[in-house]
């Protein structure tokens, strides 16, 4: 693994430094400037919950933490790593020890099983949790062997919460993870996220546009054009339970 | 322009390398239409022409000797419109600068006007005075293999006496548009030509002044031949008329009929293998293409647009393709076809050999192009425009994976999750894997044909150069000789082995039918000349009776025991009989064997032989050749290196040609279907590739996944691919067989190396290219869109 050592360790006790962390598309007058100037710092084992509307640059910057995207300029610190002047390998081997994904779209393999595909991601992985053991935790331990096909959408994205543990990830990143779900099955999804949370100390960067949602987070960063406009601490976190939307 | 309409071009563009690929392909079996179709029309037509403006014979006989003025007697004949009586005889040739002699076939030209019958096209130079006797007109395929020019002197024995004859122009005659020397098979035209010349001075040289040995008819339109022949036989069987016969006991008139046949069959079979083909991969192509046009289908509708409105859509894009397919292929296939038609006329001599194919080839191929297109998009657009518009618009439904056979889990689930992704993908799509798996194996099939048909030239020449014939020189006589003629042979310069033959023409009469053939003496145990099967075993001739070839006993319709009727086509016109003692199975030649005392028995000429087979001492070829060079009892000289490098040389350049245009077509195809296979996987993964990626599987581990399932559908295509090659091969190979090859099928193994090599080779570079995709697919993208 292609590491980036920093001597001064920038992020000290933190999970994640970010600094002046641009993202631009395009040049000249044609320029879209999706991040802007971003400072951000997330502690271990926080769930910190990034709000905003569409466009707002929330995605943008879980791309970029997570390592499928690249800043513009700017220094994405995690660790003692500099994510930024990371190439391609190094960011892939950091996807595959660091973080685990959850999509709005679940992003299941069709042709395999829920086992499967758990298994698929636990076979580049160091420690993982077996399979079976992390479906069960998310409550599918009696559909292991179906298809997505033959699963209902919240049954997906819990296959898809059980694969993004399984590998014991670091970091969470879930990006609207309830978009697609009603709000009963919605409310199973970000349970099996909390106790993901509260049991592995995974830090967990949630992406939503739904205020009710926001409840759940240690903190709420709120998001507008690119930018971040506040960051709030929640006194109490509430339930999965208690959420309405 | 229509919205819509500009939706289809704009698609087309951005599909342009998947269109260029179908368009490639299919104009590729457009092509070798109009080139294989055409060629034969263009054959047919121009023989046809040729004929008719040069009045080619209808009816022919040789005679021993007739007075000139019996030439009335036979223009009387009713049905006969023209009549040209002629001497012809055979000559050696002592070419300049050419070791061996050569020989040629000597006809004689009227003294006032051309020819009535058989009239001759001059290319260069002019018509022979016939006030001089020297002077002469050689046939253009002799002409340009020797490199001969206007003026030139040629030494020739003529009955025994060497002339020097001048060459005055070069001509062509529908009876000599494919030219060989009696008893040979194969063409050799620097050595065996055609020469023209003065009636008196021909005549003079054999002996034949005031009279002829030679006639030749043209008859009216719609007469029956059966009653002429036996008029002009009655006329000339007082002058040992060996029986007047029709235009397909012409030499030349006869191979260009084998020829045309054997061409026939490959217009046939040949562009429809390749259309299949296209038509296959054209399926697979707009098949799925079509399928993820899904949603815009959905929205098209949506918007109000009728399922007609919408077919007519996707169709019009199919349509384009076909349009240019067929456009491309045509224009190539008319290329092609006049590369063809420059190669045919070094073959078939005629005045002129234009391809051309008429509009209702070019039509034909259109629609058959269009045919291809609309029957690969129709399945698709049809299932699409079923459906309604909101199902259309939502993502398809995760596409089942439910029932596997307990069989297959066992086996999975001994792999791993990557590799359990491929054969999932293979086993829950069969007919997409299928199609893919029949477009590589019939690319493998064509690449093994392609590579069968030299393999099989080379075991035929094997066999018969050096298996069969292992003699230097073959020598044939005027007239048959006293069996001493072999000690005046041996005792010829440079002479090791010589041992006696005869062949004698003949007409052989079974169950009503009659076929012309050469019954061939064979010498037991001959260290020569002998007549070798496919398995390279040889053929002794029976005790008694005859040995028919096998086609010739099918046409017949003769079996062992059945008593044959045997007619002479020369001197007395001896009638006789013989029993048939077995069938056999040579692989060059499908004539009648004897053994050859039997043979000469039952021609009642006992110990005479028409020819000898002479093994020489390499040191003195020179002299050898010198010595029979003036020897007068000789027709013809044939040697057995010359022939194999005139038939190697035939080889390359004909169907040499022909099957490099096939290796280049397959060639094409194969990497068409494997590309097309490629991207198109690659269009239908992206998605969970690209999940893959995100995930943290390295960019090696997520192309194995792509990889991975087109490398197992082209290991599968290996088996059928084989097995269809090796059997339509097979098919092929008696379908070509005629009378003068039985072809048998070669298992060539570096031929099917190669073909199952290049196919795969094909799969893999497509694999590669698609390859660079995964590195550019779009991680971001994919996890905001839904299927």
């Known amino acids: 693994m292609q590491v980036t050592e920093h001597s001064g360790n920038p992020t000290g006790d933190l999970t994640y430094a970010l600094r002046k962390v641009c993202k631009r598309y395009g040049d000249g007058t044609a320029a879209v400037h999706a991040l802007r100037d971003v400072d951000l710092e997330v502690k271990p084992a926080e769930m910190l919950v990034l709000l905003g509307p569409s466009g707002s640059g929330k995605s943008t910057l879980l791309n970029i933490m997570g390592g499928l995207d690249r800043a513009t300029s700017g220094e994405v610190w995690f660790g003692n790593q500099n994510l930024s002047s990371m190439n391609d390998d190094a960011l892939t081997q950091y996807r595959r020890k660091r973080v685990g994904f959850i999509f709005q779209f679940y992003n299941l393999i069709p042709s395999l099983t829920a086992r499967e595909n758990v298994e698929l991601v636990n076979e580049i992985a160091d420690d993982p949790l077996p399979a079976a053991e992390a479906l069960e935790l998310v409550g599918l331990g009696g559909r292991l062997d179906h298809f997505p096909a ?8 819990r296959v898809a919460v059980a694969r993004a543990i399984a590998k014991r990830p670091a970091i969470m990143m879930c990006d609207e993870p309830t978009g697609a779900l009603d709000v009963r099955t919605g409310v199973r999804v970000l349970e099996a996220l909390v106790e993901v949370n509260q049991r592995f100390g995974s830090t967990l960067l949630l992406v939503t546009h739904n205020a009710d949602v926001a409840r759940l987070g240690d903190r709420v960063v709120r998001f507008l054009d690119g930018g971040i406009r506040s960051i709030e601490s929640n006194s109490r976190r509430a339930a999965p339970s208690d959420l309405e939307w | 322009m229509r919205v819509l309409d500009r939706k289809v071009l704009r698609d087309l563009w951005r599909m342009r390398i998947n269109v260029f690929a179908i368009v490639l392909v299919l104009g590729c079996g457009v092509a070798i239409l109009v080139m294989a179709v055409g060629m034969r029309g263009s054959l047919e037509r121009t023989r046809l022409n040729y004929y008719a403006v040069y009045k080619m014979a209808d009816l022919a006989v040789s005679l021993v000797r007739a007075p000139a003025n019996i030439a009335n007697a036979l223009a009387a004949v009713p049905g ?12 050696l040739l002592d070419l300049p600068g050419v070791k061996e002699p050569a020989s040629a076939h000597l006809v004689s030209l009227p003294r006032i006007g051309r020819p009535r019958v058989n009239d001759l096209s001059l290319a260069q130079g002019r018509w022979p005075d016939p006030d001089r006797a020297d002077e002469v007109l050689v046939n253009e395929a002799l002409a340009t293999a020797n490199g001969f020019q206007l003026g030139e002197e040629l030494a020739a024995t003529l009955h025994g006496q060497r002339h020097t004859l001048r ?6 005659s529908p009876e000599f548009v494919f030219v060989t020397a009696p ?3 194969f063409p050799q035209q620097d050595r065996f030509g055609v020469i023209w010349m003065g009636e008196e001075a021909l005549a003079r040289a054999y002996d034949l002044e005031g009279a002829f040995n030679n006639a030749v008819f043209r008859l009216s339109p719609e007469v029956d031949s059966v009653k002429i022949k036996r008029a002009i036989d009655v006329a000339l069987a007082p002058y040992g008329s060996a029986g007047a016969y029709d235009r397909d006991r012409m030499p030349s008139d006869r191979f260009l009929t084998e020829e045309l ?25 707009l098949t799925r293409i079509i399928a993820a046009e899904r949603s815009n289908i959905g929205l098209l509708k949506a918007f109000g647009y009728s399922d007609r409105a919408v077919a007519t859509h996707y169709a019009k894009g199919a349509l384009l393709m076909a349009a240019g397919a067929a456009a491309l292929g045509s224009v190539a296939g008319w290329l092609l076809g006049r590369m063809m038609a420059s190669v045919y006329q070094e073959y078939y001599r005629f005045p002129r050999l234009e391809f051309e194919a008429s509009a209702g080839v070019y039509a034909g191929a259109l629609g058959i192009a269009v045919a291809c297109a609309v029957a ?8 699409a425009v079923r459906l309604a518009p909101a199902a259309a618009l939502a993502p398809p439904p995760p596409t089942s994976f439910g029932s596997n056979s307990a069989m297959l889990r066992s086996f999975s689930s001994h792999l791993d999750a990557k590799s359990r992704i491929i054969l999932r993908r293979i086993v829950r799509f069969p007919r997409r894997s299928a199609t893919t798996v029949i477009g590589i194996s019939l690319a493998i099939a064509v690449l093994v044909l392609a590579g069968t048909f030299p393999a099989v030239m080379e075991r035929l020449m094997h066999v018969n150069f050096t298996e069969a014939n292992r003699q230097d020189v073959s020598l044939s006589f005027v007239d048959a000789r006293e069996m001493s003629v072999v000690h005046g042979v041996m005792n010829l310069p440079g002479v090791i082995l010589v041992e006696p033959g005869r062949a004698d023409r003949v007409i052989l009469h079974h169950a009503g039918k009659s076929v012309e053939e050469t019954l061939i003496g064979l010498l037991p145990d001959a260290r020569l000349s002998r007549l070798v099967d496919a398995r390279l075993e040889v053929i002794h001739p029976p005790a008694a009776g005859i040995a028919l070839a096998r086609a010739l006993a099918e046409k017949l319709d003769a079996s062992p ?15 006789t009989h013989a029993r048939v003692a077995t069938i056999v199975d040579p692989m060059v030649g499908a004539s009648a064997y004897m053994e050859i005392d039997a043979l000469a028995r039952l021609m009642r000429e006992p110990g005479l032989i028409t020819g000898v087979n002479v093994r020489l001492d390499a040191a003195q070829y020179d002299r050898f050749n010198a010595a029979i060079k003036e020897a007068p009892a000789l027709a013809g000289a044939s040697f057995i290196n010359l022939a194999e490098r005139s038939m190697r040389e035939n080889f ?3 169907v040499g040609v022909m099957n490099f245009i096939y290796l280049s077509f397959a060639s094409v195809m194969a990497g068409g279907v494997a590309f097309s296979a490629a991207r198109i996987t690659l269009a239908e993964q992206e998605r969970d590739l690209a999940t893959l990626r995100v995930l943290g599987f390295t960019r090696l581990e997520v192309s194995y996944v792509l990889v991975g399932e087109l490398a197992a559908l082209g290991l599968l295509a290996v088996v059928p691919g084989v097995i269809a090659g090796t059997l339509i091969g097979e098919w092929l190979m008696k379908l070509f067989s005629n009378d003068l090859y039985s072809f048998p099928y070669v298992f060539n193994a570096a031929g099917y190396a190669v073909a199952i090599g290049f196919a795969l080779g094909c799969v893999a570079a497509a694999a590669m290219l698609v390859r660079t995709g995964v590195d550019r697919l779009d991680m971001v993208g994919v996890l905001k869109a839904r299927d």
């Open chain 1, 150 to 157: 033959q699963l209902s959408g919240g049954e997906q994205q």
């Open chain 2, 80 to 91: 006969v419109s023209a009549v040209e009586t002629r001497v012809t005889g055979l000559a």
């Open chain 2, 167 to 172: 060459i005055v122009g070069i001509a062509n």
């Open chain 2, 183 to 185: 008893g040979e098979i």
């Open chain 2, 261 to 285: 046949g054997q061409l026939a069959t490959m217009a046939a079979f040949l562009p429809t293998f390749f259309i299949v083909i296209a038509a296959f991969l054209v399926n697979i192509s």
């Open chain 2, 376 to 383: 690969g998009s129709l399945t698709a657009v049809i299932a």
């Open chain 2, 561 to 575: 025991g059945d008593l044959l009727e045997i007619e002479q086509t020369r001197g007395r016109r001896l009638i």
């Open chain 2, 652 to 654: 390359d350049r004909g």
